[in-house]
């Protein structure tokens, strides 16, 4: 499989062979190329989508010249594409003049490569960005005359948590005991899935406003840290977590923690992040004598008992409602998925509840290296869904930025 990724700010190919035997895939890792869009972002404080569309069609035939090399699939020699091919990939690239030349040159100097299916993330994400990988996908799928899978890209979260990496290049999933229960944490998304029979999906709950990866980047960006800010808070809430002798400085709430739904709420925590610095301004400035602008900046040591503290709250709610999902489904695995699942203290909280709690569970968090973005994620949701027969026609793709699992 050749895999595309372009939900949101990184662009990524992967080419991966997958092999099923019994309950157990293998899949091998042939290629694998990223190019990241933080630095672009950053002067933004998040995505800004048009950037993420220009900068995806810059980048993807490098990408896919560079992973088809690494996989020692590349070729050159002229081709000829047919007339009809030609129209076929000037209609699926029409809105993309840049890429449609870059396109053409690349097809028209290499061989078809020795591959068997297209994967791409037809959603959810940025519909600009989503496009760009949507429309390649669908030239490549003309010109190379290949069968296409359109996948969920919070699918691709999914079953990456589920797959042990066994080297750099080889990926397993085997033996996964159903039900399982996915809270998957992104950017984009807060929700707890639950798969009872393979592939299929039911929403156990979500977000009613902001995504925790979306809470995490605000507040990074209300104590001054750079975007993303899910790790930024991360670092510096660690250096808080051993300290020895913890102040109690701030307090933050624990939105809908007592609710009986598994749903989430994180404006909140968000708001009241920014009252307790405005609350600080206001108590330095009260009583007149000194005026706002005279405030001191927030220290570095608030920052870091601010992100501690906003850690811990969105840790503890997270875990409240995962516990509640499992004792609604009786689910058997627990899946961590989506960028926040690399967040280390939330890793070790939900692994030290559920050993206490539900000792026969299992607990699956990806990789490292596969819990942000990547098209590794995109190909082994390819893999299964091709296994199906779950193809779709060039013609018939589209992007869909608000596609949900359930
Ligand atoms: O899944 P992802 O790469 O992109 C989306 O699909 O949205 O997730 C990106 C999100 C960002 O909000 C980023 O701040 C957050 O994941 N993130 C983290 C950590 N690493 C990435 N949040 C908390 N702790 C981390 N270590
Ligand atoms: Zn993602």
Known sequence: MLAIETSCDETAIAIVNGTSLGNTTHFTVHGNALISQIDLHRPYGGVFPTLAKREHAKNLVPLTRAVLEEAELLHEDTQNISE?????VARALEREPDLAEQFLNMVTEIEIPEIDTIVVTAGPGLP????????????????WHKPLVAVNHMEGHLLSALAKRTNDTELEIENITLPVLAL?????????????????YELIGQTRDDAVGEAFDKVARMLGLPYPGGPEISK???????????EMLFELPRPMIADDTCDFSFSGLKTAVLYTIKDRTEKLSGDGSMKEFTVPPITEKEKRYIAYEFENAVSDVLLSKTMRAIEKTNARTLVLGGGVSANVHIGRVFAKELSQKYPNMSLCIPHQSLSTDNAIMIALAGFYHAQKGDFTAPQDIAADGNASLA
Not at 128 to 143: C, M, N, Q, T
């Open 236 to 246: 510096i809430a660690e250096e808080v977590r051993f300290e020895k002798n913890k």
């Open 128 to 143: 600009p960005a989503l496009w760009v990988g949507v429309s390649f996908a669908r030239a490549l799928a003309y010109v």
């Open 84 to 88: 009809k091919d030609l129209n076929e």
């Open 184 to 200: 998957l944490i992104s950017g984009g998304h807060t929700e707890l899935v639950l798969m009872r029979n393979w592939l299929s």
